[in-house]
């Protein structure tokens, strides 16, 4: 992470009304890269001054006013090219290649594509089957072919504002803004097809005298989870309840209250079935499905902050099994799974974004994280160990990346992603990033203990767009 002088929010509202008005659907615009170094890891224990996300501009304003601490960086080196810009596109074209620059030696990126879209802010992201499918304020659900990026086609339904989407094989599950679930069937060919083959809950038969569906939520489905070995789809909401559907015969089998204030996340463990759930109200819960029954059991709960969490994340290998989760102060909390007993033991947390962290992906050793702070950060879990190294920060939004999607594209020598992103500055990005192989390397602990006590200050440097700030200030820019 980068630290500079002092800097507030103020200036950089200044500085944008200065700026270039909104592109339109053909013209993109990028911010500029910034030298990145490793950002600090933060080790299992208590820290002097942890990081809080503001949700005012009073609080932003007494930010800039203090002083906050960090641990330092692991030493590294890093190296930069000069920035290149490239041809604009064309005009028919709503995309065009950014900057190419090489942040570590560790980890190449590139942001491939960028599109400004007028139809509203992108809540949600769904890849399979070389598609990428995109949720927004709109009625639309966007397809996109891989790893080009055209778009293919749409899925549009009677209800807009679709908050969350699902993927996996040839079906999509989207949540939408009437409260209920669609399902669709797609098909991958020259063109692209899809039809609705479920809504859930089902629709009375009593068409002349309508009774309220008792299946489903009273408030906005957030997330959605889907078991594969037994066809159930999990949907969370700002109800404070998870309902389980069997897709089968379209009936929904449970729902109990899970946490104490809005549900923002859940995930399943494919191996066993474990469904984990986080809340508004700081914790993390586990949650096991009772054999032979449709009902479910609290195991565990797994606090360790009173900050809102956001997203979690799962990653499992035949090694071992780590469970990651995104809190509004900025840190990643993370977990390791025991072997024997199955339970998950605190590891530690990692600490490099400024504000909340909204959306978390994890695939293979990395974990990619998004952030209010407009960034994205790839990190490395190195094997055998709790040592995780940020390899990169991906720095093209002008407001808080609000959803991630990643999928793994495989090579001879390094190991390539595509990483999906989408701003509340109603941006979509398209990165592809390439991971060199690891190299073993140890840390001096002794050196990272005498080192806390360094007081460093840093500026807000990502600029903001006027209209997020606006609805910052509002307190509304997830509504």
Wanted: overall charge positive; aromatic content about 12%.
């Amino acid at each position: 992470m980068d630290f500079y002088g002092r800097k507030s929010l103020f200036s950089f509202i200044t500085e944008e009304r200065n700026a270039p008005q909104e592109l339109n659907d053909q013209e993109l615009q990028f911010s500029p890269p910034r030298p990145i170094k490793n950002a600090p890891i933060q080790f299992n224990g208590r820290v002097n001054a942890p990081i809080q996300t503001s949700t005012s501009m009073a609080a932003y304003q007494e930010m800039n006013d203090q002083e906050l601490q960090f641990s330092p960086p692991r030493p590294s080196t890093t190296h930069s090219s000069k920035l290149t810009l490239l041809p604009p596109s064309s005009p028919e074209s709503p995309w065009t290649l950014s900057p190419h620059h090489t942040p570590s030696p560790s980890l190449l990126y590139h942001c491939i594509a960028s599109l400004h879209r007028h139809e509203g802010n992108i809540y949600s992201i769904a890849v399979s089957k070389g598609i990428v499918f995109t949720g927004s304020e709109s009625n639309r659900i966007r397809a996109w072919k891989q790893p080009d990026c055209m778009e293919r086609g749409y899925l549009k339904a009677s209800s807009g504002e679709i908050r969350a989407i699902l993927a996996y094989g040839n079906i999509l599950f989207s949540a939408h803004k009437d409260l209920k679930i669609r399902i669709w069937n797609f098909a991958v060919s020259d063109n692209f097809r899809a039809k609705k083959v479920l809504t859930l809950p089902k629709r009375s038969s009593f068409l002349m005298f309508p009774r309220p569906n008792t299946q489903q939520h009273k408030d906005c489905v957030s997330c959605m989870a889907y078991y594969h070995a037994e066809g159930l789809l999990y949907t969370g909401s700002y109800d404070k309840t998870v309902k389980v559907w069997r897709v089968s015969d379209k009936k929904s089998v449970d729902s109990f209250v899970a946490h104490e204030d809005s549900v923002n996340a859940l995930l399943v463990n494919q191996d066993d079935g474990c469904v984990f759930t986080c809340s508004v109200d700081g914790s993390v819960k586990i949650w096991r499905r009772v054999y032979r029954e449709n009902s479910h059991t609290l195991t565990m709960t797994l606090k360790f902050q009173q900050s809102p969490v956001n997203a979690l994340a799962f990653s499992s290998s035949f090694n071992n099994c780590f469970l990651y989760s995104g809190s509004s102060d900025g840190t990643i909390n993370f977990w390791e799974k025991e072997k024997f007993s199955g339970r998950f033991n605190h590891g530690g947390f990692l600490q490099g974004h400024r504000f909340a962290v909204l959306c978390l992906v994890a695939i293979e050793k990395l974990l990619f994280s998004g952030s209010e702070d407009t960034t994205i950060r790839v990190w490395r879990r190195e094997e055998g160990s709790y040592f995780h190294e940020c390899l990169a920060v991906l720095d093209g939004h002008r407001g808080p990346v609000r959803c991630l999607a990643a999928c793994l594209e495989m090579e001879k020598v390094v190991m390539g992603f595509l990483v999906y992103s989408a701003s509340l500055d109603q941006t979509f990005k398209v990165w592809r990033v390439k991971v060199l192989p690891e190299e073993k390397r140890y840390l001096d602990y002794r050196e990272v203990s005498d080192s806390r006590s360094k007081v460093v200050e840093y500026e807000m440097s990502p600029v903001l767009s006027p209209s997020w700030v606006k609805k910052k200030l509002k307190g509304d820019y997830f509504q």
